[in-house]
């Protein structure tokens, strides 16, 4: 019953806040209400507050809540512009986020295996679990984080301090959620990472403002390190 409530008073107060950005910033260029919400949202996930009311193998599911909630204050409630969320692909969805892949990937490789949080491995993992892993982390990973960095805070920091210094910010709030991950100290080597690849989704997101863009990149980095370089 506890969890029931937190679920239930959550998306409405998440849909009052952005009601009350709406009638404040009708121009949309960013209110404080709206980076209150995805302060708490972001907090909320990157500390996993709510997994305790979920089987460790049905997580993903919070996430998933989560984000219905959002995209129901965003794109219902404050009506955000520009935020991309469309599960539709379109030509240049895979054109914005291969180019961006090929682009991060000659960077990336070579500085993960220098610092050491690269690890090359010949295994071929077959073609039923490359596609596995590709679909499950573009639709449980990719679109989740996509749809939080790049529609919202990237979008809106665009408006408040312009597109070169959005994608700075945003890519470095990207790299420091994954502060905590594979590690009990501060991994250095992943926010490093996950910063410059944060650089890259970004690029694919606001060449079209595409989510399904830069979830590609975002899908195919992440399948690439689990399957030959984790």
Same mark, same amino acid.
């Given at each position: ?65 989560? @984000?219905?909630? *959002? =995209?129901?204050? &965003? ?6 512009? %520009?935020?991309?969320?469309? +599960? ?31 690890h090359t491995h010949a295994e071929w993992p ?45 890519? @470095?709030?990207? *790299? =420091?959620?994954? &502060? ?6 501060? %991994?250095?080597?992943?926010? +490093? ?38």
């Amino acid at each position: 019953m506890h969890w029931l409530l937190v679920y239930a008073l959550l998306p409405t107060l998440i849909a009052v806040v952005l009601w009350r950005a709406h009638e404040r910033d009708p121009e949309q260029i960013g209110h404080w209400l709206d980076f209150a919400v995805l302060l708490i949202l972001g907090l909320i996930v990157e500390f996993r507050r709510f997994d305790a009311a979920w089987p460790a193998h049905l997580s993903a599911f919070n996430r998933i809540i989560l @984000l219905d909630a *959002g =995209l129901y204050g &965003f794109v219902v409630i404050r009506r955000l512009s %520009n935020v991309g969320f469309d +599960l539709r692909p379109q030509l240049c969805d895979w054109k914005n986020g291969l180019r961006e892949l090929a682009f991060y990937a000659p960077i990336a490789v070579p500085l993960g295996l220098a610092i050491g949080f690269l690890h090359t491995h010949a295994e071929w993992p077959g073609v039923f679990r490359i596609s596995v892993s590709l679909v499950s982390i573009f639709f449980l990973v990719a679109i989740l984080e996509e749809t939080y960095f790049r529609g919202w805070w990237q979008n809106l920091l665009e408006r408040r301090i312009g597109p070169n210094p959005a994608l700075l910010v945003t890519s @470095l709030l990207f *790299g =420091l959620s994954h &502060f905590n991950k594979g590690a009990t100290a501060f %991994n250095w080597r992943y926010v +490093l990472l996950a910063t410059l690849a944060g650089i890259f989704y970004g690029r694919a997101w606001r060449s079209n403002h595409r989510i399904f863009a830069s979830a590609i990149t975002h899908a195919c980095v992440d399948a690439i390190w689990l399957l030959w370089l984790r």
